[in-house]
């Protein structure tokens, strides 16, 4: 791997990590027994997942931030030929989703040591579940993966538009520094609280596959199964909307 991919790999593993850390952790804070933030509800959540977004993409600044791979394949989509500095190559796509995977994996685990206790105590398995991975409120995979779909085209259009727009602004949109941040993770909040009852809003392949596996792996007292019947639904979901916002951006943005 050439020092720069590897770089990209190293940004995105550190930005999707700590993403996953805040994500996972703020679910575990409301969904745990004996937790400080037991029971404090939706916007709760919401609020940890979009501050979980300003960190990752402040932290993995060197490639761009992406963090999910719908990101990532929206920008294919759009026809980019660089991407964190670097022409668009195989060796470079993988690094993005593997960095995305890696990070996502370390992140949950980080959040169960932080909340080993009380993953312990507590008694209800789709509590501890729940935590690591996305779940439907009402379980019809077609409308479920729509929703995704929906969420995450919103979120990936709206980050493309967003960079278009400060380039012809005549910004670097890659340098925004904390306000670029800011945007995505406010961006986030608002799918969360509009369009995140249906599903939980995964909005983000690794988000859910990567924790997912780490429910499967670890040694979690009482967890029952990892639930991977619906586990397709937050993956093709999100890759579905993210590529069809990066068609869609070629025409229509800048």
């Known amino acids: 791997m050439e020092p720069a991919v590897g ?13 996953l850390l805040f994500g996972c952790g703020v679910v575990a804070n ?4 004996k937790t400080k933030g037991q029971g404090t509800g939706f916007l709760f959540v919401n609020w940890g997942w979009a501050i ?5 993409v402040i ?13 990532t394949l929206g920008l294919l989509a759009k026809g980019e030929t660089v991407m964190g500095g670097q022409p668009v190559t195989f060796g470079l796509i993988v690094a993005y989703l593997g960095g995305q995977m890696l990070g996502a994996m370390l992140g949950a685990l980080l959040a169960w040591v932080a909340y080993k206790q009380h993953f312990d105590e507590e008694p209800e398995p789709a509590s501890k579940l729940a935590v690591f991975s996305t779940s439907p409120g009402i379980r019809h995979p077609l409308w479920n993966l729509a929703t995704e779909a ?3 085209f919103v979120l990936v259009f709206g980050v493309l538009a967003a960079g278009q ?8 949109p890659a340098n925004l520094g904390w306000l670029g941040a800011l945007g995505v993770a406010l961006l ?4 969360g609280v509009s369009l ?8 983000n392949p690794t988000r859910d596959l990567g924790p997912r596996i780490m429910h499967a792996i670890l040694p979690i007292k009482g967890k029952g199964g990892s639930d991977w019947g619906y586990s397709w639904v937050p993956v093709v979901g999100p890759i579905i909307g993210g590529v069809v916002a990066g068609l869609l951006a070629g025409p229509l943005l800048p």
């Open 7 to 19: 770089t990209i790999f190293l940004s995105e593993t550190v930005g999707s990590m700590l993403l």
């Open 30 to 33: 409301t969904a745990l027994t």
């Open 52 to 56: 979980g977004v300003f960190i990752g």
């Open 59 to 71: 932290a993995a600044y060197k490639s761009g931030g992406h963090l999910n791979p719908a990101v």
């Open 150 to 152: 929906i969420g995450t």
């Open 165 to 172: 727009y400060t380039a012809s602004a005549g910004s670097d």
């Open 188 to 191: 986030v909040f608002g799918i």
């Open 196 to 203: 995140g009852g249906p599903t939980g809003y995964a909005i």
